[in-house]
């Protein structure tokens, strides 16, 4: 099993501003996953960010309001830019199992004033 | 885009009944996953079933996978506190590349 530590765990922040959530696999993977689940409800799939090339944006998401860095096969990072109130949510990055299905940081909850 | 639909939102209990979620799609899924997400916590697996008709049990949680491929169900029996949380569906969708589409999940509340 991976294990993925994810920070921060929570933050407040200005509207306008911009927090950018880290995330380390104690193994190195092919592919993190960063989704965000707004409160109450599910989990969405922002991007799929692979090592050495650009991440890859599901229909909703734009690179301008999350940008994404994968700089090696154990790191990434997630910016949530330019904040507003709506952007309230927990944020979770992700690995695939080897065996199946996946792992999960604990998640960033972010609430935006 | 692909959608698992996922029923009921919401399951109360009293300690000690059953509990089902229902997780439906209109296309064929090469496999479903199962997730467990306590309040306050993260998504943690619970298993996979990718063949057609398969039943797998851990415990006192029984996973199914329809004939069709169409849909899956997690049943608890006699549930205890401890499975109070969020039960998630996803299918293992391929569009190009590999990647999870939730169902809205299952609330589940019990009563001692």
């Known amino acids: 099993s991976a294990v993925i530590s994810q920070k921060p765990s929570r933050d407040i922040c200005q509207r306008g501003t911009s927090l950018t959530i880290q995330c380390q696999v104690d193994?190195?993977?092919?592919?993190m996953f960063w989704y965000r689940q707004q409160p109450g409800q599910s989990l969405t799939l922002i991007a799929t960010?692979?090592?050495?090339?650009?991440?890859?944006?599901e229909s909703g998401f734009v690179i301008d309001k999350f940008p994404i860095s994968r700089p090696n096969l154990t790191f990434s990072t997630l910016t949530v830019s330019n904040m507003s109130p709506e952007d309230s949510s927990i944020y979770l990055c992700?690995?695939?199992?080897?065996?199946?299905?996946?792992?999960f940081g604990q998640g960033t909850r972010l609430t935006v004033v | 885009g692909q959608q698992v639909m996922q029923i009921p939102q919401y399951q109360h209990v009293q300690e000690g009944e059953d509990f089902t979620t229902y997780c439906n799609s209109s296309?064929?899924?090469?496999?479903i996953q199962w997730y467990k997400q306590r309040p306050g916590g993260h998504p943690v697996f619970l298993i996979q079933?990718?063949?057609?008709?398969e039943v797998k049990k851990q415990k006192r949680l029984t996973f199914q996978f329809g004939e069709a491929k169409k849909n899956s169900s997690l049943h608890i029996t006699a549930t205890q506190t401890t499975d109070v949380g969020t039960y998630f569906c996803?299918?293992?969708?391929?569009?190009?590349?590999?990647?999870?589409?939730f169902g809205q999940g299952t609330r589940l509340t019990i009563n001692p």
């Open positions: 996803a299918a293992l969708i391929d569009q190009g590349a590999q990647k999870l589409v």
């Open positions: 079933l990718v063949k057609s008709g």
């Open positions: 960010a692979n090592q050495g090339s650009e991440a890859t944006y």
């Open positions: 296309t064929t899924l090469s496999n």
């Open positions: 193994s190195q993977v092919t592919m």
């Open positions: 992700s690995v695939e199992a080897a065996l199946g299905g996946a792992f």
